[in-house]
């Protein structure tokens, strides 16, 4: 009974890991003993015993763990593949969309399937209704749309991926153990340890770093189609000339037109919030970190500086209805009482609101960044100023800031791109009506809150309306990409003006 | 001694410590006016610091306490009546390390007239960073440079841009640091020389690590060791009979 319960844990993909990673261990210190007791006999060995321990593990453990991962993804794709096959012709005609609504239906299927429970199907159940009884009663509820001729396939899936699984575990376990001999074998004197395991470190950094790369091309990428194909709906001066923003979701009225993507007032009202933002940070920011840099105790700067990161720790939704509900109505009655009580130029939903609690966002990006750029200036610099007999003040606006300079205009443009996509306070605090304006106290919206009222609620996936989101978004990626290639060109220019 | 020589600034029983370490114990010492006070010592003894009493600097340093008194023309400095940034104006320093500001030579050397206001026009300003360039020996180096960057200048082009940054507001005491301990031999002769001509009209005070400089420059040599000072007279005197064992140990290399 345990016996047999173990082969079923040893036959899981969990289980297969946990034991490849025994051997692993397992071989790791055979290897490493055995070098050991090479080295006690008194020959000395290429590399130190723990090399040799590594190289073991790594072999065991990487090629069939690789394989293990590939192989899996593999016979998903195969057996789903097969499955495509199986649907009647009949039930799906000839059209893709149909196929796929089919096939997601079958593959929702085979996913609510319990586990280990393939063995309980047998091939004379073939009707739906049947599947469902059976299911029924062990707790899984099932659609009642599905089709008889579905059940086969799914049970074909089930039993096929099963059987590529179990295929795939003894393979796995097979390399595992090839590893183990070969490594273990190969613990000889005269055998290179070292530089195999530190080339396999390399190889596993360098893995690591072409992955986030590639992640970043498969963003953009993704974007970009999504932006294409919204730019065959929609002509590009319907974009980026018009200043009307009415995308017409009244699809169903088959209306020629197919709508105003206007992009100006997004990008206008995104700035400008963006500089309202800078407009408070920035001071403050900059103040906060000349103080903390120059002036503060350092029992004061310990206590000041983790206060500001924890600002920058608290999440922008809070900041976003800390805006909604607070600050958006205390201006408006604010600018009410000014007025005599009977008319508020504020609106509780403005780019004066937005803007000002994004500043109180931003500031500990602000203050953080740049007081690590003006604690960078080289001590020597100060003395130099004080030693004639600049004041304080003096040498940091006349010295230390100018010294500082590209590093805090670089250090601003970071937080200027994140000003500008910042999303969930100018969601709550902005307004979502699109108004092309300069006046603060008016709701403006942005690129970001368009995106996101584009992507939420009841939508097709396929039309200008959805994709229009991916182009606005792209926009935003190109304009955050400027600025920080702009802030880093700034940066590596001005750099070396003091070692 | 003659009977002309006056005294310029006078230390009575400094003692300075950066919280609990002591690092001077009691110094009396007399800096002579146009003459060169060379300060000599191993490490650590306490010269710079000393130096750094002068002109207040040890104030920005995070808890050094200083007690004693330091008079300048008869008047202690550390007196809560004394404002610092006139006092750093009339005793000037140069460091170790040239420090030129990341400013053009020009900017570099008007810095110092700027703040204080010493010159009422562009003109007046002009004079004056030449006739500092000049005083350096800098001018004829660099006045077809005078908007280039300061740091890229040679080393000891860009020491000499420091002191020439220090003369600009006309001090009468100048603090030297080290000031060639970071420069080759050939930009140390020039330093020296200048140094020598300097004495004419400056008061100064070197802290050096090299025995040859101190005997080529000054005038009179104290010795510090571990805190206090063991010796203070002619540098004839101190390099030729001096009086302590500690001198003599050190001078001629048996410690240090």
């Known amino acids: ?52 321990g590594l190289w073991t593990f790594l072999l065991i453990i990487v090629p069939s763990l690789f394989f293990l991962f590939f192989w ?17 012709y009949a039930a799906a005609g000839d059209i893709i969309h149909q196929h796929n609504l089919i096939l997601s239906t079958i593959r929702n299927l085979v996913n609510r399937l319990p586990k280990h429970s393939s063995n309980m199907l047998n091939h004379q159940l073939n009707s739906y209704a049947s599947l469902r ?102 002509p590009l001066s319907n974009f980026f000339l018009s200043t009307a923003w009415n995308p017409r979701f009244s699809v169903m009225t088959f209306d020629e037109s197919i709508g105003e993507f206007g992009l100006i007032p997004l990008l206008v009202g995104t700035l400008y919030i963006a500089f309202v933002a800078m407009l408070f940070a920035v001071p403050i920011g900059l103040f906060s970190a000349v103080y903390t840099a120059e002036y503060a105790t350092p029992r004061a700067r310990d206590v000041i500086k983790p206060m500001l990161e924890i600002l920058a720790g608290i999440p922008t939704i809070v900041y976003g209805f800390f805006a909604l509900i607070v600050v958006g109505p205390f201006l408006r009655d604010l600018s009410a009482a000014i007025m ?12 004066l609101t937005a803007g000002l609690v994004m500043g109180i966002m931003l500031t500990p990006f602000v203050s953080s960044l740049s007081d690590d750029i003006i604690t960078a200036v080289p001590r020597s610099l100060r003395d130099g100023s004080l030693g004639l007999g600049a004041t304080q003040s003096e040498t940091i606006k006349r010295v230390v800031l100018p010294a500082a300079l590209p590093g805090i205009v670089a250090a601003l443009l970071l937080t200027a791109s994140r000003a500008i996509g910042e999303t969930m306070i100018v969601v709550l605090a902005a307004g979502v009506t699109v108004n092309l304006t300069l006046n603060p106290f008016e709701a403006m919206t942005t690129i970001t809150v368009k995106i996101v009222n ?19 978004g792209m926009t935003l990626f190109v304009l955050t990409l400027l600025m920080n290639v702009f802030a880093l060109y700034i940066v590596r220019k001005y750099q070396e003006r003091y070692e | 001694m003659s009977s002309e020589l006056k005294i310029k600034m006078c230390g009575l029983d400094v003692k300075v410590s950066y ?45 050094a306490l200083v007690t004693g008194k330091i008079l300048l023309d008869e008047e202690d400095i550390y007196d809560s009546s004394v404002d610092v940034v006139e006092l750093r104006a009339r005793v000037g320093m140069v460091f170790q390390k040239p420090n030129p500001f990341p400013k053009s030579v020009y900017e570099n050397v008007a810095y110092g007239p700027r703040i204080h206001g010493l010159a009422k026009s562009r003109v007046a300003l002009n004079e004056i960073v030449e006739q500092s360039l000049v005083k350096a020996g800098l001018f004829s180096e660099v006045k077809d440079r005078l908007h280039d960057v300061g740091t890229s200048l040679s080393g000891g082009q860009q020491q000499r841009l420091c002191i020439a940054r220090a003369i600009a507001v006309s001090p009468e005491v100048i603090l030297m640091d080290e000031p060639c301990s970071a420069l080759d031999p050939i930009a140390t002769a020039k330093i020296e020389e200048l140094i020598d001509d300097l004495r004419r009209n400056y008061t100064i005070a070197i802290v050096t690590h090299s025995m040859q400089q101190a005997a080529r420059v000054s005038q009179f040599t104290a010795m510090f060791h571990l805190g206090n000072l063991v010796e203070v007279g002619t540098t004839d005197t101190i390099f030729t009979s001096p009086q302590e064992r500690r001198t003599q140990d050190y001078i001629t290399g048996r410690f240090g």
């Open chain 1, 1 to 52: 009974m345990l016996l047999l319960f173990f082969m079923k844990v040893c036959m899981s993909v969990s289980g297969i890991i946990i034991i490849v990673l025994v051997l692993g261990f397992a071989g790791f210190f055979l290897s490493y003993a055995r070098a050991c007791a090479i080295v006690m006999q008194g020959t000395k060995m290429h590399s130190r015993p723990h090399y040799y």
């Open chain 1, 133 to 234: 009884d059976i299911l029924g009663q062990k707790g899984v509820v099932l659609d009642v749309q599905g089709k008889n001729y579905m059940v086969p396939i799914v049970i074909e899936w089930v039993s096929g991926l099963k059987k590529l699984r179990q295929t795939g575990v003894i393979i796995t376990f097979v390399l595992a153990i090839i590893g183990f001999l070969v490594g273990f074998s190969e613990t000889k004197v005269k055998k290179r340890a070292r530089n195999r395991v530190e080339r396999v470190i390399l190889l596993g950094l360098l893995v690591s770093s072409t992955l986030a790369i590639l992640t970043t091309i498969a963003i953009v990428s993704s974007m970009l189609l999504q932006t294409i194909s919204f730019f065959r709906a929609v």
């Open chain 1, 72 to 88: 899996n993804i593999g016979s998903n794709i195969y057996t789903e593949r097969r499955a495509l096959t199986h649907i009647p």
């Open chain 1, 340 to 351: 005599g009580g009977n008319h508020a130029f504020i609106m509780a939903q403005s780019v």
């Open chain 2, 19 to 63: 919280g609990k370490k002591r690092a001077l114990h009691g110094i009396t010492l007399n800096i002579l006016e146009n003459k060169v006070t060379a300060l000599i010592g191993p490490s650590g003894c306490g010269k710079s610091t000393f130096l750094r009493c002068l002109n207040r600097m040890n104030d920005t340093i995070e808890g």
């Open chain 1, 454 to 472: 584009q992507l939420t609620g009841d939508l097709e996936f396929n039309s200008p309306q959805t994709l229009v989101a991916f182009a606005l």
